[in-house]
């Protein structure tokens, strides 16, 4: 199952079944076509905060000359960095490089702490795509990466939320700029797999429903240009496409 969150004509925020095969979505007994100009496609999930998870993907870690962590690496994305599918992005200027970093993102469906890895799914809602945005030159500079990760927009999700069951184990993750592939990996290759991050992250935070926890992207991040538009595809959720404009 598939679900989509949007703004409807009179501006009203709705969330309902979404079907792929005809782009629509029902909510109070009627259907919206998400292509509408008059609806608005809104991120899959409003998050409290976004759990990002550096290095999950050893050839990242290759690219980037970092060494891969023995335990998760995280961060953290607050709200203002979400951006929706089809929205333009603006990115921080005078900066040298703001790359783009395609990742499979889980959206959590229940308030939660404390969670056994065998028992991690059961709090997961679906999965999503999200572009972990990066201000490297920030990056670069501080510890914290509030420069670096947590700008307006650094978070673009969507365009659907899906049910664990539509999303492959081995679901292959995508990214293409200006239609040009530039990441092309799948789940299987993540150090650490979506239940452990779970754990690990529930020892220490309390989750809320919405939260999201973005798992890692694989090599192939490179920098964006004013104007590009970027797509990412994960295998069984479908393709978030957002445009790049830098001041």
Same mark, same amino acid.
């Given at each position: 199952?598939?679900?989509?969150?949007?703004?409807?004509?009179?501006?009203?925020?709705?969330?309902?079944?979404?079907?792929? /095969?005809?782009?629509?979505?029902? #909510?109070?007994? =009627?259907?919206?076509?998400?292509?509408?100009?008059?609806?608005?496609?809104?991120?899959?999930?409003?998050?409290? @905060?976004?759990?990002?998870?550096?290095?999950?993907?050893?050839?990242?870690? =290759?690219?980037?000359?970092?060494?891969?962590?023995?335990?998760?690496?995280?961060?953290?994305? %607050?709200?203002?960095?979400?951006?929706?599918?089809?929205?333009?992005?603006?990115?921080?200027?005078?900066?040298?490089?703001?790359?783009?970093?395609?990742?499979?993102?889980?959206?959590?469906?229940?308030?939660? @702490?404390?969670?056994?890895?065998?028992?991690?799914?059961?709090?997961?809602?679906?999965?999503?795509?999200?572009?972990?945005?990066?201000?490297?030159?920030?990056?670069?500079?501080?510890?914290?990466?509030?420069?670096?990760?947590?700008?307006?927009?650094?978070?673009?999700?969507?365009?659907?939320?899906?049910?664990?069951?539509?999303?492959?184990?081995?679901?292959?993750?995508?990214?293409?700029?200006?239609?040009?592939? @530039?990441?092309?990996?799948?789940?299987?290759?993540?150090? #650490?797999?979506? %239940?452990?991050?779970?754990?690990?992250?529930?020892?220490?935070?309390?989750?809320?429903?919405?939260?999201?926890?973005?798992?890692?992207?694989?090599?192939?991040?490179?920098?964006? /240009?004013?104007?590009?538009?970027? =797509?990412?595809?994960?295998?069984?959720?479908?393709?978030?496409?957002?445009?790049?404009?830098?001041?």
């Amino acid at each position: 199952m598939y679900r989509a969150r949007f703004r409807d004509p009179a501006g009203s925020i709705r969330e309902g079944e979404y079907d792929p /095969a005809t782009d629509t979505v029902a #909510f109070g007994g =009627e259907e919206y076509a998400l292509s509408d100009p008059d609806i608005d496609v809104l991120a899959p999930t409003d998050p409290s @905060k976004i759990v990002c998870i550096g290095r999950n993907y050893a050839d990242h870690a =290759e690219e980037l000359g970092n060494d891969v962590p023995d335990r998760p690496l995280l961060f953290l994305k %607050p709200p203002n960095a979400v951006a929706s599918h089809g929205d333009t992005v603006t990115v921080p200027a005078g900066k040298d490089r703001i790359d783009w970093e395609a990742e499979l993102a889980v959206v959590i469906g229940e308030q939660c @702490k404390a969670v056994d890895a065998a028992d991690a799914m059961d709090v997961v809602a679906g999965f999503t795509c999200m572009n972990d945005v990066s201000n490297r030159d920030d990056q670069n500079r501080e510890q914290n990466w509030v420069r670096g990760k947590a700008f307006d927009g650094a978070a673009p999700l969507g365009p659907v939320l899906a049910t664990p069951d539509e999303v492959p184990t081995d679901a292959g993750v995508e990214l293409r700029v200006n239609g040009e592939t @530039k990441q092309s990996s799948d789940r299987e290759h993540m150090i #650490f797999d979506v %239940p452990t991050l779970i754990e690990e992250i529930t020892t220490y935070l309390t989750l809320e429903p919405g939260d999201a926890i973005a798992t890692g992207t694989p090599e192939g991040v490179g920098a964006l /240009a004013d104007g590009d538009t970027v =797509e990412v595809e994960v295998e069984g959720v479908g393709t978030l496409e957002h445009d790049v404009r830098i001041p």
